[in-house]
């Protein structure tokens, strides 16, 4: 009789627990392959991650564990899904994990962590900044450290980028509007602000995958693009175009 009152008693309060959680977090990523993750974080420490495939909802893998805040970034005490690592920072109404095995970013839909992240802030549009770490980047940017780039620099960025496309006709036959852009923003080694800027051209089908990983292709020609900017110097420079198939 004891051990059941105590069995009754701990299921009540573990309901009750539940019951008053309230979630900090909710972040998702609907990926290329039609698979969406989603991540929830809930005022008692907990976290759920879920991996759907679209059409397939009987195909779910679920996870769960304890999770905790240092300023703006996510410890996991262990990878919650195999590749995407245990340190998440949240930054321009993104998560983005740091240590995973490839870029893998989550768009946050709400949260009450960090005030002002809950939405982009960003002025430009059509963009998706991803933090530059060593382990991803060392090949592009050598030695690097990450900085934050200013809208006003976002702006420059962007004009620099448009700039390119226009001198390089013989190259690039879109319009800067055509493209998706991804940057990665560093102190070089010449303690310069340089910018490695990764374009591709937007996609109907998948319009948000930019957003999430680095877009990446063999061919496709002026479709994918890649170059640099230095802002210190405020000029474009290393252009690297697709060939086609």
């Not at 994990?97 to 970013?105: A, G, I, N, Y």
């Not at 900044?129 to 592009?140: D, E, L, V």
């Not at 292709?217 to 252009?239: E, M, P």
Request: glycine content about 4%; hydrophobic content about 40%.
């Amino acid at each position: 009789m004891v051990i059941r009152a105590l069995i009754v008693i701990f299921a009540f309060l573990h309901f009750q627990c539940s019951k008053n959680r309230k979630i900090l977090l909710r972040a998702e990523n609907h990926h290329r392959l039609k698979v969406i993750y989603e991540l929830k974080l809930y005022s008692d420490s907990v976290f759920q991650f879920s991996m759907t495939q679209a059409l397939k909802t009987d195909n779910v893998i679920r996870d769960t564990g304890k999770f905790y805040l240092k300023k703006d970034t996510l410890i996991f005490p262990r990878p919650f899904f195999p590749i995407y690592g245990r340190k998440a920072v949240i930054k321009h109404g993104f998560l983005e994990f740091l240590d995973s095995t490839e870029p893998f970013k989550l768009q946050i839909l709400r949260q009450e962590f960090v005030e002002g992240q809950n939405v982009d802030s960003l002025q430009v549009r059509d963009i998706s900044i991803f933090t530059y770490t060593s382990k991803f980047y060392q090949s592009i940017f050598p030695n690097a450290i990450h900085y934050d780039l200013s809208n006003e620099e976002l702006i420059e960025v962007n004009k620099l980028v448009g700039l390119c496309i226009l001198e390089n006709k013989d190259e690039l036959s879109k319009q800067l509007e055509s493209y998706d852009m991804q940057f990665v923003a560093v102190i070089n080694q010449q303690k310069e602000k340089e910018v490695w800027v990764n374009c591709a051209c937007k996609d109907e089908y998948s319009p948000n995958d930019y957003k999430y990983g680095l877009i990446d292709a063999d061919d496709g020609g002026d479709c994918y693009f890649r170059v640099k900017v230095n802002l210190t110097k405020h000029i474009y420079h290393s252009l690297s175009v697709n060939g086609r198939a």
